[in-house]
């Protein structure tokens, strides 16, 4: 400040940025703020740094493995607590019974024959220094020897681990020290390793300054990914690195995060975390309390999760999935579509590129009704499964192909005419066999002299009124979206903005809300129609890098003999279905196995039904376990003093004197049976077996969904 009382316009330290001079302040008056109110300064990078260098050690099937630490494959015998300290107290006492009898001299000399064989003759005179220490020193050795012994006897060592400095230092956390730079992923050694040195600076510098997060990290990742593989230039890559920074290569909507995150999500492995497996005797060891955690490697298998209202299936399943889904989106990684009822809470309308609120007539968004596709078979077949699948035999072997060869008799002629696919009021006329309709589709086919499909139409004029025919039983479901409530859906004259399945090619995030209330039948219609559409749209894409997901919230009514066989058909198309199931008698009971071996990760959650239990036992199986047939005798003393030792062993052990004879034999049992998948699986919890898609497996572990970091 100067003398006059104004403030220099140079700066300050709080305020370093160059200001012109303004009017004169008055003295005493605090000074100008460096930013405005109400705007949080600009984050280091600490937090991501130290997200980023956290340890994620190779780990079993489904395991949280940020920050894991590994368990060993066995578990430890554990004595009990009284048992243990009962021993050592005795060990002590032994062995200072020892030392003293030792030290009075009632076990004799001979112990000191060591010391005097060693003892030069010098020191033969008694009382010189050098004997004195010479004879401390070996007291010292051997009360050593008697305490390590005595120590071994008496289990010390589990003392020390189990309640000592160790226990203490296993409880507080772990300072990590800094990675070496060529090994450090924040200093991206990948990229410098091939070349892109000033790409790698300037991503290194985002990430000092706070100005990347994990996102950005996974995104570029994949991009990097794209350039190993050739799908992009080097050149293009590190022109786009050195404009932009950590916004490099972003997602078409422009979208860094999602707007809210509910769980936890950790974008280097792609895993969600659900919860903490159990620690119970039931859960192989190495699981015991680690969390539980899923990423695509094994939603590439699909999964299946049957549990009653309130077991936590939305909540606890559905919405970690489809979020940890979208933002694997973001990153470039996947494309996802999410199905439930309007409402049901899956995530905001902010987290999706495409939302298609079906009955909402403020939906933006329509659904096509034919998947995109141009060929009349395809969307045939496609729109057979979603009308009629849930009529066709269950039985296998059986399928739509009656629905499938009437849809295309009518959908061929349609669109050669009038180069689009009819409409649901059209199609339902046509279904209905209406002569006016018919009639006119004749006489255009006549006019451009198309005799094939003229062909097809004649075979289904003569097919109508048949007792065989199906084209009735098609109407009456069409009629279903023939409602006032759907008058703006489906429209194929190209005047709305349908979303077509087609464009899983990209990584697009979509939500489709189905008019659950008042139009159930017509909602599991819809969702047929999603799953036909999704299981024929990702067995063509040209670019089966990106992984597409599709989750249906209550796949109730969508379990046909056609989609179990499409579900068996995406793993190697790299691309899973998340279903969830109020019970398993929602399924035709001959198709409940087939859609157990079609998922490779099955969750059974609390509360499920004995019988839906026992389909769970039988698709898990049994497995060798070693049984322990113990029987205890009670010993009765007879004398003192065998009622004195008695006594003392009751005090030590806490038991009564007995004569135990052990049987071990190896028998098979269920892993999970049905009676305990349905009264003891607690609240909150789940059982969940894991298949990746590589083949391996986890075997049906106890989970709690309730536990930390859900």
């Known amino acids: 400040m100067d003398s006059d009382g104004t403030r220099d316009a140079r700066g300050t330290h709080a305020n370093p940025v160059p200001r012109p001079a303004g009017p004169a302040e008055v003295p005493g008056v605090p000074p100008r703020p460096a930013r405005a109110p109400m705007v949080p300064p600009l984050p280091d990078g600490s937090t991501f740094l130290t997200w980023l260098r956290t340890p994620r050690p190779e780990a079993p099937l489904g395991v949280w493995r940020f920050g894991h630490r590994p368990r060993a494959g066995q578990e430890p015998e554990r004595i009990p607590t009284r048992q243990l300290f009962s021993g050592a107290v005795i060990a002590f006492l032994v062995g200072w019974l020892i030392w003293s009898l030792l030290w009075n001299g009632y076990l004799g000399r001979w112990w000191m024959l060591p010391l005097w064989a060693m003892t030069p003759d010098s020191w033969a005179k008694p009382h010189t220094f050098g004997a004195v220490v010479a004879t401390y020193i070996y007291y010292v050795i051997v009360a050593l020897i008697i305490m390590v012994g005595v120590g071994r006897l008496g289990r010390w060592g589990e003392i020390w681990r189990r309640y000592g400095l160790p226990a203490w230092r296993q409880t507080a956390p772990v300072r990590e020290r800094p990675p070496a730079?060529?090994?450090?992923?924040?200093?991206?050694?990948?990229?410098?390793?091939?070349?892109?040195?000033?790409?790698?600076?300037?991503?290194?510098?985002?990430?000092?300054?706070?100005?990347?997060?994990?996102?950005?990290h996974a995104r570029i990742t994949r991009a990097w990914q794209g350039v190993r593989s050739g799908r992009h230039s080097l050149a293009t890559f590190t022109g786009a690195v050195l404009n932009d920074g950590a916004a490099a290569c972003l997602h078409p909507s422009g979208e860094r995060d999602l707007p809210t995150r509910l769980a936890r999500h950790d974008l280097v492995t792609g895993q969600v975390r659900l919860g903490t497996t159990a620690d119970d005797p039931r859960n192989p060891y190495t699981y015991r309390g680690a969390g539980l955690a899923l990423g695509p490697e094994l939603l590439g298998t699909s999964l299946l999760a049957v549990g009653p209202v309130g077991a936590g299936k939305t909540g606890s399943v559905v919405q970690p999935l489809a979020e940890s889904l979208c933002l694997h989106a973001l990153a470039g990684r996947a494309a996802v579509v999410v199905i439930g009822a309007a409402g049901s809470g899956l995530g905001p309308a902010d987290a999706y590129d495409v939302v298609v609120r079906i009955g909402n007539p403020e939906s933006v968004y329509d659904l096509d009704l034919y998947g995109g596709t141009n060929d009349p078979d395809e969307a045939a077949a496609v729109l057979a499964e979603a009308l009629v699948g849930d009529l066709a035999d269950p039985n296998p072997g059986s399928d739509s192909r009656r629905s499938t060869t009437v849809l295309a008799?009518?959908?061929?002629?349609?669109?050669?005419?009038?180069?689009?696919?009819?409409?649901?009021?059209?199609?339902?006329?046509?279904?209905?066999?209406?002569?006016?309709?018919?009639?006119?589709?004749?006489?255009?086919?006549?006019?451009?002299?198309?005799?094939?499909?003229?062909?097809e139409l004649d075979a289904r004029e003569r097919q109508l009124g048949n007792p065989g025919d199906v084209a009735a039983v098609l109407a009456d479901r069409v009629a279903l979206l023939?409602?006032?409530?759907?008058?703006?859906?489906?429209?194929?004259?190209?005047?709305?903005?349908?979303?077509?399945?087609?464009?899983?090619?990209?990584?697009?995030?979509?939500?489709?809300?189905?008019?659950?209330?008042?139009?159930?039948?017509?909602?599991?219609?819809?969702?047929?129609?999603?799953?036909?559409?999704?299981?024929?749209?990702?067995?063509?894409?040209?670019?089966?890098?990106?992984f597409a997901c599709l989750v249906i919230d209550d796949a109730s009514g969508v379990v046909t003999p056609e989609s179990v066989r499409g579900i068996q058909r995406l793993r190697t198309a790299n691309a899973g279905v998340v279903l969830t199931l109020r019970t398993l008698d929602d399924a035709p009971r001959p198709l409940r196995g087939p859609l157990l071996g079609a998922t490779g990760c099955r969750m059974a959650l609390s509360g499920l039904t004995p019988w839906d239990g026992q389909d769970f036992a039988e698709v898990w199986g049994k497995e060798w376990t070693e049984t322990r047939d113990v029987t205890d005798r009670q010993i009765i003393a007879e004398t003192p003093a065998g009622k004195a030792v008695h006594m003392l062993r009751r005090v030590i052990t806490g038991k009564a004197p007995t004569a135990r004879a052990v049987t071990v034999r190896q028998v098979e049992r269920e892993r999970w049976s049905a009676s305990e998948l349905a009264h003891g699986v607690p609240a909150g919890h789940a059982v969940l077996s894991l298949t990746s898609v590589k083949g391996e497996h986890a075997p049906p572990l106890l989970v709690d969904l309730r536990g930390p970091g859900h």
């Open 409 to 455: 008799q009518l959908l061929g002629p349609f669109r050669a005419v009038y180069g689009r696919f009819p409409s649901v009021p059209e199609l339902r006329q046509l279904l209905d066999g209406a002569p006016g309709p018919l009639a006119a589709l004749r006489k255009a086919l006549e006019d451009t002299g198309q005799d094939s499909l003229l062909r």
């Open 181 to 216: 730079p060529e090994q450090d992923p924040a200093e991206w050694p990948v990229l410098r390793a091939a070349g892109a040195v000033d790409a790698a600076e300037r991503l290194a510098a985002e990430a000092r300054a706070g100005l990347m997060r994990d996102v950005d």
């Open 482 to 546: 023939d409602r006032p409530a759907f008058a703006g859906f489906f429209d194929t004259s190209g005047q709305t903005r349908p979303f077509s399945l087609t464009a899983l090619d990209h990584p697009v995030r979509v939500r489709i809300d189905l008019p659950a209330r008042g139009h159930a039948d017509a909602s599991r219609m819809l969702a047929r129609l999603v799953l036909a559409q999704f299981t024929a749209s990702v067995a063509v894409r040209e670019d089966r890098s990106l």
